[in-house]
């Protein structure tokens, strides 16, 4: 069982910038795709961003291209997710996700993922 752990969520401005990391306890994750989704209230949880296991090549939900970003450390054991230029509508729960063997057509997928964090609450509000 892969437990994942993310960290980093807080109340920032609009405009202001924050950093998520995951990590799980058994320094696997570069074994894994890892992706991030968040989930507002009275919302579907959507997808924002993924890097695959190999090659890290990175995907990202049209709303947050250019502002987020997504990336491994140099020792592959945590994911972090650079949010700059943050929206009040960026406000939500957001989760570390990883799975093994997803194929591209399926990485903005949430059912694609086996494994789940218990979410880190981002706020973005004046």
Request: aromatic share 10%; net charge neutral.
């Amino acid at each position: 069982q892969v437990q994942l752990v993310e960290s980093g969520g807080e109340l920032v401005q609009p405009g202001g910038s924050l950093r998520l990391s995951c990590a799980n306890s058994e320094d696997t994750l570069s074994a894994y795709t890892v992706g991030w989704f968040r989930q507002a209230p009275g919302e579907e949880r959507e997808f924002v961003a993924a890097i695959r296991r190999t090659g890290g090549h990175t995907y990202y939900a049209d709303s947050v291209k250019g502002r987020f970003t997504i990336s491994r450390d140099n020792a592959k054991t945590t994911v972090s997710l650079q949010m700059n230029m943050l929206k009040p509508e960026d406000t939500a729960v957001y989760y570390c996700a990883a799975g093994g063997g997803i194929i591209l057509s399926s990485i903005r997928n949430s059912h694609a993922y086996n494994y789940w964090g218990q979410g880190t609450q981002v706020t973005v509000s004046s």
